[in-house]
T-cell receptor, first 118, second 113 residues
Framework: AQTVTQSQPEMSVQEAETVTLSCTYDTSESDYYLFWYKQPPSRQMILVIR??????QNATENRFSVNFQKAAKSFSLKISDSQLGDAAMYFC???????????????FGTGTRLTIIP | NAGVMQNPRHLVRRRGQEARLRCSPM?????VYWYRQLPEEGLKFMVYLQKENIIDESGMPKERFSAEFPKEGPSILRIQQVVRGDSAAYFC???????????FGSGTRLTVV
């Protein structure tokens, strides 16, 4: 079974600075997807970024980028130029690339609460 | 497109009562997933359904919990004889058969008193 570990329960960063959230995972599969989701106080789960394991290039979405180290099974999220609206819980998630009957179930980490200091 | 609709947003039940949580997937989506989020934890997979079929229920508790996704109407997660430990946020997500990933609803927060 796959597991996802987020070892930082809480992080804080000064507004406009850069912060990196850590995620490690364990799997015996060679092909899979990794995700970062943001959950603000509204509780809505918002997809931040997605990485496909067979792609060596790190995914980037505006101020958000990842450092994907497949051999180390590490998938960290970097947020540049932090803004007050970035304050939220951030969850790392794993999904196998192989599915029975289209099953895309996700395995989540326990999350990191990010606080932005004005 | 209204996205994934869950209702109610908040639900309070007394111990021993039944809870029914509803999820209407996005238009065009025929795959539904239910997840549970206990306080200060990540989401845990419960069940994956397609229309009229339960495909994977490996995360469902063996007793008191059931799910359905009928041909017509929303998917329902049903919890019978609720206990305090059932208090959590329950999220529904839907996807289409092409595998473009989950779209989440806003969740139902169940409180058992």
């Amino acid at each position: 079974a796959q597991t996802v570990t987020q070892s930082q329960p809480e992080m804080s960063v000064q507004e406009a600075e850069t912060v990196t959230l850590s995620c490690t995972y364990d799997t015996s599969e060679s092909d899979y997807y990794l995700f970062w989701y943001k959950q603000p106080p509204s509780r809505q789960m918002i997809l931040v970024i997605r990485q496909e394991a067979y792609k060596q290039q790190n995914a980037t979405e505006n101020r958000f980028s990842v450092n994907f180290q497949k051999a180390a099974k590490s998938f960290s999220l970097k947020i540049s130029d932090s803004q007050l609206g970035d304050a939220a819980m951030y969850f790392c998630a794993y999904r196998s690339a192989w599915s029975n009957f289209g099953n895309e179930k996700l395995t989540f980490g326990t999350g990191t609460r990010l606080t932005i200091i004005p | 497109n209204a996205g994934v609709m869950q209702n109610p947003r908040h639900l309070v039940r007394r111990r021993g009562q039944e809870a029914r949580l509803r999820c209407s997937p996005m238009k065009g989506h025929s795959h539904v997933y239910w997840y549970r989020q206990l306080p200060e934890e990540g989401l845990k997979f419960m069940v994956y359904l397609q229309k009229e079929n339960i495909i994977d229920e490996s995360g469902m508790p063996k007793e008191r919990f059931s799910a359905e996704f009928p041909k017509e109407g929303p998917s329902i997660l049903r919890i019978q004889q609720v206990v305090r430990g059932d208090s959590a946020a329950y999220f529904c997500a839907s996807s289409d058969p092409r595998g473009d990933g989950h779209t989440f609803g806003s969740g139902t927060r169940l409180t058992v008193v």
